[in-house]
């Protein structure tokens, strides 16, 4: 319903209204200005019912983003990077002069997902996250696709560029959004196995080799996607040699360390394990662990809802001996259970 300025009235020519569950049903109606919108739910008589979220969205704006994230190589999708990655000596702010923005397919064209924000229907684009030739690397995804002639992996110039490095700020939301695109949307242009596999790249990414050969757990700010060198630490390292003052400025050879966009917890969490965060009192476990990779995992003492969760796999039940597949306890006691690796939904006793 809508405000017209005197009184909520029923938009004029909805579609049919959906009631499927554990999803969003679409209903469509002709544009509209109004100052408050109100949501009316009537329930089958003797049943009880919830709405967990509802949304407004601009249908043109939608379609457009999500078109754009789904954009073939030949399209802009969303193609940002500007002569500050082209020119050393154009390397100042992009305000102070306004740059052309590049026909390329960058990683952060998949963040839409991030929000669950594309209609079913865009997936297309995800293909190239797995693609030799699009972002896939041994230390990415890359940001910039492979297959662009400006792609590059450069140490010369600003030591922050966008034109080819892998950024664990891109990475964490590339995979959060991938987790929502495999619980929340029918595809099969993606599965499980990318999640994996990226997760992995990931985790091996979160590491560096110190001058005395020892390797220490470490997250900076961009990294090599073919050697795991992390490229503005070695920058301001080699410039502290030459110039300490101008190494100094720019925070210094440190000034990375600890970088705030890994998120690793959340996608270990909410992506690999499936602990699925819900507004209401219902606990939704997914793993995205494809089938047949481990035998066993346990993420145990989860604070969720005043509740203390404890998500199992145990392949063959000699693990934990709570029983052979997922077993989902909430203060200590079993509320689910399934053989295999798949969604689980419970509501444990008041």
């Known amino acids: 319903m809508y ?3 005197a009184s909520f009235q029923p938009v004029p020519n909805p579609t049919a209204y959906g009631t499927a569950i554990d999803r969003f049903n679409r209903v469509a109606f002709p544009p509209l200005q109004t100052s408050a919108i109100r949501l009316v739910a009537q329930t089958k008589p003797g049943h009880s019912a919830g709405i967990l979220e509802w949304r407004v969205l601009d249908d043109k704006l939608n379609h457009a983003v999500a078109a754009v994230a789904s954009a073939s190589y030949t399209d802009i999708y ?3 990077l500007t002569a ?4 050393a000596q154009k390397a100042k702010p992009v305000a102070a002069k306004p740059q052309p923005l590049r026909e390329v397919n960058e990683l952060i064209g998949l963040i839409p997902w991030y929000f669950n924000l594309p209609d079913p229907g865009y997936e297309s684009g995800w293909k190239k996250l797995m693609d030799p030739k699009g972002f896939y690397a ?6 910039a696709e492979q297959r662009h002639p400006g792609f590059k992996i450069s140490y010369e110039g600003h030591e922050c560029q966008w034109n080819g490095p892998s950024w664990p700020l891109a990475t964490s939301s590339v995979l959060t959004a991938l987790a929502n695109l495999l619980n929340n949307y029918p595809q099969d242009v993606i599965g499980k196995e990318a999640y994996f596999e990226t997760l992995k790249i990931y985790t091996k990414s979160h590491q560096l080799k110190r001058e005395d050969g020892k390797v220490v757990p470490w997250i900076d700010e961009n990294i090599n996607p073919y050697t795991g060198d992390w490229i503005a630490r070695t920058r301001l390292h080699e410039l502290a040699k030459t110039d300490p003052a101008g190494a100094k400025r720019k925070g210094g050879h440190h000034r990375g360390k600890d970088y705030n966009h ?3 917890n959340d996608l270990i969490i909410t992506g690999l394990v499936g602990l699925r965060p819900r507004a209401d009192d219902v606990i939704e476990v997914n793993p995205l662990l494809p089938a047949n990779t481990w035998d066993w995992f346990c993420l145990d003492n989860v604070l969720y809802h005043g509740r203390i969760l404890t998500i199992l796999w145990d392949k063959t039940g000699h693990k934990y001996g709570q029983g052979k597949g997922l077993t989902l306890l909430a203060d200590g006691q079993k509320i689910a259970h399934a053989e295999t690796l798949c969604r689980v939904t419970a509501v444990p006793a008041q």
Do not use: K
């Open 3 to 5: 405000h017209n300025g």
């Open 78 to 80: 969303v193609g940002t």
């Open 84 to 87: 500050l990655n082209d020119d």
């Open 138 to 143: 041994p230390y990415g995804p890359t940001f």
């Open 262 to 264: 890994s998120s690793y």
